[in-house]
Nanobody, 121 residues
Framework: QVQLVESGGGLVQAGGSLRLSCAAS????????MGWYRQAPGKERELVAR???????NYADSVKGRFTISRDNAKNTVYLQMNSLKPEDMAVYYC???????????????WGQGTQVTVSS
């Protein structure tokens, strides 16, 4: 009943920028926290950035000062603006949302399918 769809990934040179989007749809009552995770080959999935329903943010040290997470509650969408990209940023980026399904007082976690970000040196 709930779906997260990411977009905006692609190929970019080191020092360039990309903007990722993730739109949630379905029987949603309320979205609590939303975040972006990434996973590179041979590495564990790691948290990149997260944002609460109130707008509080948290970033991994490796992206602080370069990435910015934001959300549009009216559109149930979270964004990740990535500037000054480095080769070590290359990974599959996944959108995550913790939300309440309509008509149920349950908090559930949902994941998008992932979008590839490739950074050339």
């Amino acid at each position: 009943q709930v779906q997260l769809v990411e977009s905006g990934g692609g190929l970019v040179q080191a020092g360039g920028s990309l903007r990722l989007s993730c739109a949630a749809s379905g029987s949603i009552w309320r979205i609590n926290d939303m975040g972006w995770y990434r996973q590179a080959p041979g590495k564990e999935r790691e948290l990149v950035a997260r944002i609460t329903s109130g707008g509080s943010t948290n970033y991994a040290d490796s992206v602080k000062g370069r990435f910015t997470i934001s959300r549009d509650n009216a559109k149930n969408t979270v964004y990740l603006q990535m500037n000054s990209l480095k080769p070590e940023d290359m990974a599959v980026y996944y959108c995550n949302a913790e939300l309440q399904v309509r008509f149920y007082s349950l908090n559930l976690a949902y994941w998008g399918q992932g979008t590839q970000v490739t950074v050339s040196s």
